[in-house]
């Protein structure tokens, strides 16, 4: 083989196994759905989070009504709110709707998928095919792609949540 050959295999690996570098934007119907991502979750954890971006771009609103995929025993919708210092979490019983021209962002702190009886531990690297299925749209298949525990973004954005003590006392 020649070098330019090993230089071309060499970079197709290296960009591939790139955690930047995420999927391109899935289309169906008038949606247009990016960025899906999870954290990493700690061995023995049951429970695991996934996040996205959904574009209505269409002149109807459209509504996500279900999620399936292997990972979990069920996957459902959920809103997380903070109403008088108390955070509540519950599913979305009737999905949720994108209204047309809008974007809704399933981010941490706020809309979520809920990944419930996970059948292993998630682990940063990871990339979990799942189904979102919209009213109008159809099954839409999606690859969540894990990234640190601590993660607030895709990509690995905002690091780990870790703590440290900055106050000059000795441990």
Not at 21 to 50: C, E, H, N, Y
Not at 64 to 86: K, P, Q, R, Y
Not at 103 to 123: D, F, I, N, R
Request: hydrophobic content about 40%.
């Amino acid at each position: 083989m020649t070098f330019l050959g090993r230089c071309l295999i060499a970079l197709t690996l290296l960009s591939a196994a790139s955690p930047a570098a995420f999927a391109a934007d899935v289309k169906a119907g008038d949606l247009v759905i990016s960025q899906p991502w999870s954290r990493a979750t700690p061995g023995g954890a049951k429970t695991g989070a996934g996040f996205l971006t959904i574009e209505n771009k269409g002149s109807a609103a459209d509504r996500l009504v279900a999620v399936s995929g292997d990972i979990a025993g069920s996957i459902e919708v959920h809103e997380m709110a903070v109403t008088n210092g108390v955070m509540t979490m519950r599913p979305l019983e009737k999905g949720l709707t994108i209204e047309p021209g809008k974007t809704v962002a399933l981010a941490p702190g706020g809309y979520h998928l809920m990944l419930m009886e996970l059948k292993s531990p998630l682990k940063q690297g990871d990339k979990l095919p799942v189904t979102l299925e919209f009213e109008k749209a159809g099954k839409v298949a999606v690859t969540l792609e894990v990234q640190g525990v601590g993660a607030k973004g895709p990509g690995g954005e905002g690091g780990s949540m870790m703590k440290h003590d900055h106050s000059g006392s000795k441990m």
